[in-house]
C-alpha cells in the first residue's frame, strides 16, 4: 500500500514560516510530478506548486517568489517551504505524486491526508 503522510504544518503569524514536508512510502517503483495543493474553507482545491522528476518546478501565482517546492528522491519526499505568510495562506495543504506502484502498469495519482496551515495573528 502507497502512503503519502504530510507533516509540518501549524499556527504562524502572518509574515512567519513554514515548512511542510510530505513522504511517499510502501511499494513503489518510481515518482514523476510532485506536488501541493491547498483548499480554503468555502473554496475549491487549488494547485499551490509542483515540481518533476527532473527538478523543473512551477508555482501559482499567488505564492510567486514567497513558497520554494523541492524534492529528495532518495526519501520519495517532497518539500515546501513557505515565506512571507499572508492570512490568505490559511488552508489545509495536501500532497500528491504521480507514482508508478511495484508490479502495476499504469502511473496513479495519490493523495497524502492534508495538514492544517493557519496565518493568524
Known amino acids: 500500500q502507497v502512503q503519502l503522510v504530510e507533516s509540518g504544518g501549524g499556527l504562524v503569524q502572518p509574515g512567519g514560516s513554514l515548512r511542510l514536508s510530505c513522504a511517499a512510502s510502501g511499494s513503489i517503483f518510481s515518482i514523476n510530478a510532485m506536488g501541493w495543493y491547498r483548499q480554503a474553507p468555502g473554496k475549491q482545491r487549488e494547485l499551490v506548486a509542483f515540481?518533476?522528476?527532473?527538478?523543473?518546478?512551477s508555482y501559482a501565482d499567488s505564492v510567486l517568489a514567497r513558497f520554494t517546492i523541492s524534492r529528495f528522491n532518495a526519501k520519495n519526499t517532497v518539500y515546501l517551504q513557505m515565506n512571507s505568510l499572508k492570512p490568505e495562506d490559511t488552508a489545509v495543504y495536501y500532497c500528491?505524486?504521480?507514482?508508478?506502484?511495484?508490479?502495476?502498469?499504469?502511473?496513479?495519482?495519490?493523495w497524502g491526508q492534508g495538514t492544517q496551515v493557519t496565518v493568524s495573528s
Open positions: 515540481i518533476t522528476s527532473g527538478g523543473s518546478t
Open positions: 500528491n505524486a504521480d507514482l508508478l506502484e511495484g508490479g502495476s502498469r499504469y502511473a496513479s495519482r495519490y
